[in-house]
């Protein structure tokens, strides 16, 4: 199997890097060779976090480059517009239809770009999704990072039996139910 590539972006503290961990381990367990590369920036700050996750037969390096990515994975639209240059011609953005403003916006130095999803669609495959409402009708609006797993699933050859299997042994166990009833709801909403 060719090499697949996926991005996952967001903001510090939505989740991206537990995404990123489930992903990957879907990928192992379907037999694949996997490389991950977290990129934290200023995580904690409400900063850009992104991780790539490479699978295949075999995968020589972690770093998805400019033009090659098959997926990004968006859970606000900001980062989707920012990462979108990853993107191969005929990838697919999935986003999280979410406005959070960065710094420079929150202090007036700068405004947040309006219209951004209608402008990505243009040119991209784009799939947006409000996963903070689907999460909140779960009564929880941390696993929406989950519910955007679960889109992005739907559109990967690995059943779901395989996702809620990662799911059950990287979540803490609280938070397992919660996090399948998150992943359904995405792949429903796909």
């Keep these: 199997m060719e090499t697949k590539n996926i991005m996952i972006?967001?903001?510090g503290?939505?989740?991206?890097?537990?995404t990123s961990r489930v992903l990957g381990g879907?990928?192992?367990d379907g037999g694949y060779e996997v490389k991950m590369s977290e990129v934290h920036g200023m995580a904690q700050r409400g900063g850009s976090v992104v991780t790539f996750v490479r699978y295949g037969d075999r995968v020589f390096e972690p770093i998805v480059e400019e033009g090659c990515a098959d997926v990004l994975i968006a859970?606000?639209?900001?980062e989707a517009k920012r990462y979108a240059h990853f993107l191969k011609k005929d990838g697919v953005i999935i986003v999280n239809d979410q406005r959070m403003d960065p710094m420079p916006v929150v202090m007036g130095a700068a405004s947040y770009p309006g219209n951004i999803i209608e402008d990505l669609s243009k040119?991209?495959?784009?799939?947006?999704?409000d996963a903070?409402?689907?999460a909140k009708k779960l009564g929880n609006t941390k696993v929406f990072n989950v519910v955007i797993l679960g889109v992005a699933a739907k559109h990967m050859d690995f059943?779901?039996?395989?996702?809620?299997?990662?799911?059950e042994r990287t979540v803490k166990p609280k938070f397992i139910d919660i996090n399948k009833k998150a992943f359904a709801a995405g792949m429903?909403?796909?």
């Design 9 to 11: 972006v967001g903001v």
């Design 13 to 18: 503290g939505q989740g991206t890097l537990l």
């Design 26 to 28: 879907v990928m192992l």
């Design 75 to 78: 859970f606000e639209r900001l």
């Design 123 to 129: 040119e991209y495959k784009v799939i947006a999704v």
């Design 132 to 134: 903070l409402s689907e």
């Design 159 to 167: 059943k779901p039996e395989a996702w809620n299997a990662v799911i």
């Design 188 to 190: 429903s909403l796909a």
